[in-house]
């Protein structure tokens, strides 16, 4: 067996009532007060102490945290323009600060509601980068949630030739 294998952290089991026990403030929570890593509950801290560590960690380390969030933000994004492309769909926009992930179905007010989603982008890498998102620029995706539609004026010219051809084809 490799030494990697040897080192893998087994998930931690359950007391016999469910709880677990927290290694930093003693108390037995139920196993949703636990982190988990791949799916797995191997942390010995809870969600609360683990978030208080943090936060003092944070308050002493201002600029580090601050360049931590902003790294695993850029990282998120870099992994949904990968996958959705890197310039809106619709007029072409090519700068990465002006890109937003679009909800092709306008649900991300269902989304934050109902499936606590804080940031799209998250959610799609988390959820394996669906179909229901799309990369529109700023100003599209609020023409769009203005208008309930994308703006005429501002169409790519390789989508206009192909809707045009298309409704060419239509008219025969
Ligand atoms: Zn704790
Ligand atoms: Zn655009």
């Known amino acids: 067996m490799s030494l990697k294998k040897l080192r893998k952290i087994k998930e ?3 007391n016999s009532d469910g709880t677990l026990g927290c290694s930093v403030c003693h108390q037995f929570k139920s196993p949703d007060n636990f982190c988990r890593k791949d799916g797995k509950l191997t942390y010995g801290r809870c969600r ?8 003092k960690w944070k308050k002493s380390n201002p600029g580090m945290a ?8 850029d990282n998120i994004r870099k ?5 959705y492309g890197s310039e809106c769909i619709w ?12 909800h092709v179905n306008n649900d991300g007010n269902f989304e934050r509601k109902n499936l606590n989603v804080y940031w799209t982008w ?8 669906p179909n229901k998102y ?36 239509r008219e025969k």
């Open 122 to 129: 998250h959610h799609a890498v988390k959820t394996g980068f």
């Open 79 to 83: 992994q949904c323009l990968e996958h």
């Open 134 to 169: 799309q990369i529109l620029c700023m100003g599209c995706n609020a023409y769009k949630s203005w208008y309930g539609k994308l703006p005429e004026s501002k169409k790519k010219l390789d989508i206009r030739i192909f809707s045009l051809s298309d409704y060419a084809k």
């Open 91 to 102: 007029c072409g926009e090519k700068d990465v600060g002006m890109l937003t992930l679009d």
């Open 12 to 14: 931690r089991n359950l």
């Open 66 to 73: 601050q360049k931590a969030n902003q790294r695993w933000k």
């Open 48 to 55: 609360e102490c683990r978030r208080s560590e943090y936060d």
